[in-house]
């Protein structure tokens, strides 16, 4: 029994370093889209979940399984794969289910033991800082080498081949705008002036970087980011309304200075039709034709997968095949919720909206526990990219399902380590 627990303690360490290099890769794949390293990013999730098991073995760590939301997690990754039976295409389902869904139980289990001590927590943290800086620096060496060639670019997006690192502008700027919250989170943890310079340089350039990007999603999902940290850390200091006002106010100034800094930006602005705004740049167009699909099979969806309405399913344009359908309606629904309607039904969207919902409950919840100031701007930097991101950008655009597991995992990973916290603090 001696010699047992013996060989358990020098494996632990092993298997809680493999778990944690593991859990890197898979969120820097998750957050960044570069897809070099072939099947290595499809492997990388299941080879996460092997060190995920190891590691239950050998500590019978199970705090994960002690709250609402992962429950919401595996009830939704279960229905998702009983979906699969109404698909129109369960191959095609299989193979979706197996890249996005079933990863993001994975994902949230790790982000939770990564999340779980101070130094864990530095550790993703600091992550996130390298994949914001790999985001950002791909879209400037784009953005620096087509002038170069002499290539007129008006949006700064990366497109790196070597790296086959190629983000659609929206999708660009709605990952440098998830990560810079835990990049300003990053900076209460940093201990020297100039690591703090260089991360506020960085946050800025990023903030650049989004209004170069010139997609108006971005814009303002970057607006409610500004005003929702300039909010918290006038807190305390200012009244409500005097709080509102600055906030107004550093909003007003920053307009102010892209309008007359960035020509592209005022001309994108400028051309902004009548048309364009009514329709949301013709994205109702796209959901009324995809919502003509839902009348179709409202209850059981199609069936997971991007591709399940080229594969013998419904052509939503009444076009008989793929090559005559418009290319706006190629790019997906443009909408989260709608998405998982669409392939996952009603039976489907409940299950997932159960999962959103109480892991937001659970998140602002945990922002009204007492905590110390880096605690307390971490969980704040999680409600600010679950509100002005993940449900900002849901609506105009389909988010991957990695980012509120990203979240809900380091929320129940934190919590965890505050309850351990304070019942060292009270002992029996």
């Known amino acids: 029994m001696a010699e047992q627990h013996q060989h358990s303690s020098k494996i632990a360490p092993l298997i809680e370093t493999g778990l944690k290099y593991a859990t890197y890769l898979f969120l820097f794949y998750v957050l960044t889209g570069i897809r070099k390293g072939g099947d290595l990013r499809l492997y990388i999730p299941y080879i996460t979940a092997l060190f995920l098991l190891a590691q239950l073995a050998v500590n019978r760590d199970f705090s994960f399984m002690r709250t609402v939301p992962f429950y919401a997690l595996a009830a939704y990754v279960g229905i998702s794969y009983a979906l699969v039976f109404f698909s129109f295409a369960p191959k095609i389902s299989l193979i979706g289910l197996s890249r996005e869904v079933l990863p993001g139980l994975f994902l949230y289990v790790a982000a939770h033991f990564q999340s779980d001590a101070e130094e864990k927590v530095k550790g993703l943290l600091m992550l996130f800082v390298v994949a914001l800086l790999s985001v950002v620096g791909g879209g400037y060496f784009t953005y620096g080498m087509r002038h170069k060639q002499g290539v007129t670019s008006k949006q700064l997006f990366p497109d790196i081949a070597f790296l086959k690192f190629d983000l659609y502008f929206n999708v660009f700027a709605m990952k440098v705008n998830f990560l810079l919250p835990f990049a300003v989170a990053c900076t209460a943890m940093l201990r020297t002036k100039a690591a703090r310079y260089i991360l506020w340089a960085l946050i800025g350039a990023s903030a650049g970087a989004v209004v170069l990007s010139l997609s108006r999603g971005g814009w303002i999902s970057l607006l409610a980011l500004s005003l ?51 329709t949301i740049t013709y994205r109702t167009e796209i959901w009324q034709n995809f919502i003509s699909g839902v009348k179709e099979s409202p209850v059981f969806g199609w069936g997971y997968g991007d591709r399940i309405i080229w594969h013998e399913g419904p052509v939503l344009s009444g076009k008989p095949g793929e090559d005559m359908i418009p290319d706006r309606l190629k790019i997906g629904t443009h909408n989260t919720f709608l998405f998982v309607l669409f392939h996952q039904g009603i039976v489907g969207l409940v299950f997932y909206l159960l999962f959103i919902a109480t892991g937001f409950v659970r998140l602002v919840r945990s922002l009204m526990k007492k905590a110390v100031p880096v605690t307390s701007l971490l ?23 990695a980012f509120p597991c990203i979240i809900f995992g380091m929320v129940s990973g934190m919590q965890q380590k505050m309850a351990r916290l304070q019942a060292a603090e009270c002992p029996r």
């Open 228 to 278: 929702f940290f300039s909010f918290f850390l006038s807190r305390g200091r200012l009244k409500l309304s005097h709080a509102i006002a600055v906030s107004s106010l550093f909003v007003v100034i920053f307009c102010a200075v892209v309008w007359l800094v960035f020509p592209t930006v005022r001309h994108r602005m400028l051309s902004t039709t009548l048309e364009q705004l009514r």
């Open 379 to 401: 969980v704040f930097s999680l409600l600010a990219a679950f509100v002005c991101v993940y449900l900002l950008h849901s609506t105009i655009e389909t988010l991957p399902f």
